[in-house]
């Protein structure tokens, strides 16, 4: 384990995540039924520029599939979980949007 990062129980990320959907819904529309809109969130209530790019080859075959800058405030997914071209990886984009977002 990293000293650096705290650990988070469950409970404390679900509570965070509970309060990022209701200021989300406060703003732009309660989310009543899934999928939750992880793009849009980034977006627009965390200010974040989302991207999608050849993350597998930029990083030299290896398995990412989602970075975050955050100096540039900018997400970046991996190409082929691009939900526009790929609709079966639609889950798996929506996971990555919201691993990248809750870093």
């Known amino acids: 384990m990293n000293p650096d990062v705290p650990y988070l129980s ?9 309060i990022l959907l209701a200021e989300y819904g406060r703003e732009h529309g309660p989310v009543v039924i899934p999928p939750v809109p992880v793009d849009e969130i980034l977006e627009l ?18 398995e990412v599939l989602g970075a975050l800058w955050f100096n540039d405030k900018r997400v970046v997914i991996d190409q082929h979980l691009d939900p526009e071209t790929n609709p079966e990886k639609e889950g798996r984009f929506n996971f990555t949007c919201g691993h990248e977002g809750a870093h």
Do not use: C, P, S, V
């Not at 200010?47 to 597998?56: A, P």
């Open 10 to 18: 469950k409970q404390h990320i679900e509570r965070e995540a509970n």
């Open 45 to 62: 209530h965390l200010g974040l520029t989302l991207e999608m790019d050849d993350l597998r080859g930029q990083f030299g075959g290896a």
